[in-house]
């Protein structure tokens, strides 16, 4: 096993550790049941690790992230992180995470699932073949721009101080990524900015321009200011296949797609770095819904965005694309059963748990197989 893929599931808090450990025992079943090279371990992180030892991220785990081939991530936030030192809190930080790994391109794919019609807010008609990929800057822009913070002016007035910052260079490489993807899919791609009246806007949408010209004249480009594209993802989403933005913008655009699915705690996500040296990529994958503090040890999370994150990280890391698609079909088997946790719970559906969930998937996968 020696040169078998490393695959590292941190829980975190929250609901995070519940929809982990579903995810694990599937992974654990596609391992012993195709004889997957793919070995699995456990990493402490976040409030658990620094009650255990004093560090939110443990030395071991440090090593962890930057050796292993895919991380699974739960979920962080919270009452027992919020309770953390100062200090602690910016360790473990997860945006610090990101960047420390250059973690760039975060990939969130939106996609109707027949079964789940019902569960979204939106009718059959505007669901009816949805399928893109929401492709956000992950390691720029707002969240990581310098001057930041609260102060206190004379007057005795506090201001509140973030900066939107992009380099040519950032723009351009997850443009690339994103001319590249769509070139795998059908070959469009819409490019998300606020370009009226912001320059960093202005710089986006020029950068990407010239990048499509040079290189991608093959791929359709269409741009799109932030506040239509929200209005277009609840009017007509089938008009989409990549969608390119920022980071703030992709956060909250994501958000409002997820509705698409259902629930929140449908969407799967994607984040990878850059290729290195040595071919290998850093790829941390999660589903998107969060903490969920006021759930969480109930037993009633959502696992299957995690379960998702896991074929995306079979397709796109861990070099087992059959297995990937086999356990996304195994998902909608599932539903199709009319099994359903509490948020895309619908009328004549049977009520499950975090736990039966995972078996539900189980029970799809074996008798695929």
Not at 182 to 195: E, M, P, Y
Not at 325 to 331: F, G, I, P, S, T
Request: proline share 5%.
């Amino acid at each position: 096993m020696s040169n078998a893929k490393q695959v590292v599931f941190i829980g975190g808090e929250g609901i995070g550790p519940e929809v982990i450990a579903e995810t694990q025992r599937v992974l654990r079943w596609l391992v012993a049941e195709r004889r997957l090279g793919i070995e699995i371990r456990d990493a402490l992180y976040g409030a658990e690790a620094w009650r255990r030892t004093g560090k939110t991220v443990p030395d071991e785990t440090a090593a962890a992230l930057r050796s292993s081939d895919a991380i699974l991530f739960g979920a962080t936030g919270g009452p027992d992180y919020d309770a953390l030192p100062p200090e602690a809190k910016r360790q473990g930080n997860l945006l610090r995470i990101r960047k420390s790994l250059d973690l760039f391109a975060n990939l969130r794919p939106i996609v109707a699932i027949p079964a789940l019609a019902e569960a979204s807010s939106l009718r059959n008609r505007v669901l009816e073949g949805v399928d893109f990929v929401i492709l956000r800057e992950l390691s720029s822009g707002l969240y990581f721009g310098e001057p930041r913070g609260i102060e206190s002016l004379p007057n005795g007035e506090r201001r509140g101080v973030n900066t939107h910052v992009y380099t040519s260079g950032e723009i351009r490489r997850v443009a690339r990524f994103g001319f590249e993807l769509a070139r795998s899919r059908r070959r469009r791609l819409c490019s998300v900015d606020k370009a009226n009246v912001m320059e960093a806007g202005r710089l986006w949408r020029e950068e990407v321009q010239a990048l499509h010209d040079a290189e991608f004249a093959d791929v359709e480009l269409s741009h799109m200011l932030v506040d239509n594209c929200a209005m277009q993802l609840i009017r007509a989403p089938r008009q989409f296949d990549v969608l390119l933005t920022d980071n703030m913008f992709g956060d909250i655009l994501s958000d409002a797609a997820a509705m698409i699915t259902g629930s929140l705690g449908m969407l799967p996500s994607a984040s990878l770095g850059p290729v290195g040296a040595d071919g290998r990529r850093p790829a941390l994958y999660e589903p998107v819904h969060g903490s969920a503090p006021d759930i969480a040890g109930q037993g009633i999370a959502n696992p299957l965005g995690a379960i998702l994150s896991l074929a995306l990280a079979l397709r796109l890391t861990l070099g087992e694309p059959g297995a990937a698609d086999r356990l996304e079909r195994a998902v909608s088997s599932a539903l199709a059963t009319g099994v359903r946790t509490r948020d895309i719970m619908q009328e004549g559906a049977t009520p499950v748990g975090t736990r039966d969930m995972g078996d539900a998937v189980l029970r799809a996968l074996e008798r695929a197989a």
